[in-house]
């Protein structure tokens, strides 16, 4: 069982950085691959990016790639996504998940409550 909890999310300016945070419970953390999914207004939920248990693979959508960058800290059983060069349409609601792998949400099975992350033109 994993509890995933997300932080740092809030209001920027097109152009500008965040950093969201995802703080995870239990002890297999770190046998987890884990996952950042977005739901903006009137959406579907979308990956966004995805690292693997150890760290050493990631993947983005395209829409994000060279902007947001995933990364993990398995001693502080924390999974980061650094996004610079906001844009408008990157406003969504942020989530989390761990125990899957890759582009489907159906493949995670833990879920955080999610952050929202709002960028103003």
């Known amino acids: 069982q994993v509890q995933l909890v997300e932080s740092g999310g809030g209001l920027v300016q097109s152009g500008g950085s965040l950093r969201l945070s995802c703080a995870a419970s239990g002890r297999a953390f770190s046998s987890y691959a884990m996952g950042w999914f977005r739901q903006g207004p009137g959406k579907e939920r979308e990956f966004v990016a995805g690292?693997?248990?150890?760290?050493?693979?990631?993947n983005y959508a395209d829409s994000v790639k060279d902007r947001f960058t995933i990364s993990r800290d398995n001693a502080k059983n924390t999974v980061y996504l650094q996004m610079n060069s906001l844009k408008p349409e990157d406003t969504a609601v942020y989530y989390c998940?761990?125990?899957?792998?890759?582009?489907?949400?159906?493949?995670?099975?833990?879920w955080g409550q999610g952050t929202q992350v709002t960028v103003s033109s």
């Open positions: 690292i693997s248990y150890n760290g050493a693979v990631t």
């Open positions: 998940a761990a125990g899957g792998a890759g582009a489907s949400a159906n493949d995670y099975n833990y």
